[in-house]
């Protein structure tokens, strides 16, 4: 791996501390040959730190260690991108991210839809909406859409118009959003559940 130490006059490159699961940016960090050598070998991420003048492994003292997964370099070759696995919180003031981020996996759309479920959910009484109105009607109801929903895609499925089987298909999905908000879950919840599935088998 070609790393441009000597393009910066202190012979450190920036690293870009990335959790491998979330995709959340963590940390950024510095290191030199000697910390990119020593990470590798221990598996561990290593920084020099500018403020000790010596290398750093991250979790040293407070056991949050930064487990390595893959290190990437960027096109100039002279900044890194680490993936990792976290053990703890990440920045030194207790949070999950040096910039006080909650490192939660992100759905893209699935996730902003989700909030607004919950905005919805907060404010039932007070809004005129679909979603408010479900939780209005309660969780038996709710689920209730979801066992019609599900019953519609199985019945598309079976059928050759894709358009009306992703349809209901969406259809599905929104209202199993709903329901996990209604029994006070959300769509990390499950992907946590599958994510120890998978590590296990």
Same mark, same amino acid.
């Given at each position: 791996m070609n790393i441009d130490y000597k393009k910066y006059n202190d012979g450190l490159v920036p690293a870009i501390i990335q959790d491998n699961i979330t995709d959340k940016v963590l940390m950024l960090g510095y290191m030199n040959e000697e910390a990119f050598l020593k990470t590798n070998q221990s598996k561990k991420v290593t920084f020099y730190s500018r403020s000790k003048q010596r290398l750093w492994t991250k979790g040293e003292e407070s056991g949050n260690f930064l487990n390595l997964v893959s290190i990437a370099v960027d096109c100039d070759n002279d900044a890194l991108l680490i993936k990792v696995n976290p053990t =703890?919180? %990440?920045c030194h003031k207790g949070t999950d991210t040096c910039? =006080?981020? %909650?490192?939660?996996?992100?759905?893209?759309?699935?996730?902003?839809?989700?909030?607004?479920?919950?905005?919805?959910?907060e404010n039932s009484e007070n809004q005129e909406s679909y979603v408010a109105s479900l939780f209005n009607k309660g969780i038996n109801k709710i689920a209730q859409k979801v066992g019609e929903e599900a019953v519609e895609v199985v019945i598309e499925a079976k059928d050759n118009d894709d358009d009306l089987f992703l349809s209901e298909s969406a259809d599905l999905l929104f209202h199993y959003l709903i329901l996990l908000q209604a029994k006070g879950f959300s769509l990390s919840d499950v992907e946590k559940i599958l994510r120890?599935?998978?590590i296990a088998s």
């Open positions: =703890g919180s %990440v910039w =006080g981020e %909650v490192n939660l996996a992100n759905f893209g759309f699935l996730s902003a839809l989700e909030k607004i479920i919950v905005q919805r959910k120890q599935r998978h």
